[in-house]
């Protein structure tokens, strides 16, 4: 099975003992499909001297934590995101599904100039609907006619009387 994480990249965990924490990948075993994160699955290891030169002692050390528990966090958005794969220019890319940014280095420029337009598309269409629902509500609030409204009340305690 083929992973879709690269050495780099930054990588937000989602499950097991460092859910919530990000780091930045510092090797990938594709084989085992398991990948070391800087300052993640950080364990304790004995190790005893080799030589008497050597001193034994406990290491602290980061462990691999397997692929699926990890996500890809997208440089343009921030976010942790699935991976898409596209061709850019006869060559396979990853691309951020959530605002279309590539992950890979070499194609950043290019997909990072569509990614701002689809953000850009995104808040016009969302000012679009709220400029209508705007609309919607005066039309209603023309329609009605303005409710008279009862003077209140004066109540009179026994403070006020004396």
């Known amino acids: 099975m083929k992973m879709n994480i690269k050495k780099g990249d ?11 924490k990000s780091g930045k990948v510092s090797a990938v075993y594709s084989d085992k499909n398991k990948v070391l994160i800087e ?3 950080i364990v304790t290891k004995h190790q005893k001297p080799k030589s008497q030169q050597d001193k034994g002692g406990i290491v602290k050390k980061p462990a691999p934590i397997d692929g699926s528990n990890v996500m890809v966090v997208c440089p343009v958005c921030g976010k942790a995101t699935r991976i898409a794969h596209k061709e850019i ?3 396979k890319a990853r691309i951020c599904k959530k605002c279309g940014a590539s992950l890979d280095k070499e194609f950043v420029k290019q997909t990072k100039k569509e990614a ?3 953000i850009a598309k995104a808040k016009e269409e969302k000012s679009a609907e709220k400029t209508v629902e ?3 509500t005066e ?5 009605k006619p303005a409710a008279k409204k009862a003077a209140p009340k004066k109540s009179t305690t026994a403070k006020e009387s004396k």
Not at 10 to 20: A, E, F, N, S
Not at 139 to 143: F, L, M, N, Q, V
Request: net charge positive; charged share 45%; hydrophobic share 20%.
């Open 116 to 118: 701002k337009k689809s």
């Open 89 to 91: 220019d006869g060559k």
């Open 139 to 143: 039309k209603t609030a023309e329609k």
């Open 39 to 41: 300052n993640v699955n």
């Open 10 to 20: 930054t990588v937000y965990v989602i499950t097991g003992k460092d859910k919530g």
């Open 134 to 136: 705007a609309k919607k």
